[in-house]
């Protein structure tokens, strides 16, 4: 089947836009994730939802990063007044179920805020 | 702090050799681990994952190794192919911890010819 889709694949913005980051999870899939990763490191964790709950949401840096899953399908990253050291590549992943199970990620956003 | 580390950077192996990538971890709350491999403008692919009661899993050409009382794991490749020349990530995370994955910063594999 699919997997995990992401878009766009890239993007480049001015500092101070707003950017929206959409993912299409694996179907079926109860928990979704967003990781950011920047060059040279692994993922790094952003938030975390299961279903349409947003359960986790401690590793955003700002208030200016938001994340939603009105439907409990597809999630949508948002960041308002981008600032240079938002960029990096952005990664969603999903899992079947909520714990001890393999994520499957996207092939990630990268995002270039100039 | 970095709670999931693979202290080696990078690693050259033969093809048909094995390659052995290392991982040590410090929360002792970890009960899942994985690894993932990741080429250039791609997501990590996931490939093996064991749980704390284990010691061992197997899968295919890929075994993890997990050794708690050192929280060392390590991924055996055996035999190594070209293809494998990517770069590994090790994952950890612990039930209640929402199932949010803390990772290493990687380690570069070449597999040569």
Not at chain 1, 32 to 47: D, I, K, S
Not at chain 2, 49 to 56: A, F, H, T, Y
Not at chain 2, 93 to 102: P, Q
Request: charged residues 20%.
């Amino acid at each position: 089947g699919a997997g995990v889709s992401q878009s766009p694949r890239y993007k480049v913005a001015k500092r101070g836009q707003d950017v929206a980051l959409r993912c299409d999870p694996i179907s079926g899939h109860v928990s979704l994730f967003w990781y950011q990763q920047a060059l040279g490191q692994g993922p790094e964790f952003l938030t975390y939802f299961q279903n349409e709950a947003q359960l986790d949401k401690s590793g955003l840096p700002s208030d200016r990063f938001f994340a939603e899953r009105p439907e409990g399908s597809v999630s949508t990253l948002k960041i308002q007044r981008t600032q240079q050291e938002d960029s990096a590549v952005y990664l969603c992943a999903s899992s079947l179920v909520s714990g001890g199970s393999a994520q499957y990620f996207g092939p990630g956003t990268r995002l270039l805020v100039l | 702090d970095q709670q999931v580390k693979q202290n080696s950077p990078s690693l050259s192996v033969q093809e048909g050799r094995i390659s052995i990538l290392n991982c040590d971890y410090t929360n002792s709350m970890f009960d899942y681990f994985l690894w993932y491999k990741k080429y250039p403008a791609e997501g990590p692919t996931f490939l093996i994952s064991i749980s704390s009661i284990k010691d061992k899993n197997e899968d295919g050409r890929f075994t993890v190794f997990l050794n708690k009382s050192a929280k060392h794991l390590s991924l055996h490749i055996v035999p190594s192919q070209p293809g494998d020349s990517a770069v590994y990530f090790c994952a950890a995370s612990f039930t209640g911890g929402g199932n949010k994955l803390t990772f290493g910063t990687g380690t570069q594999l070449k597999v040569e010819l």
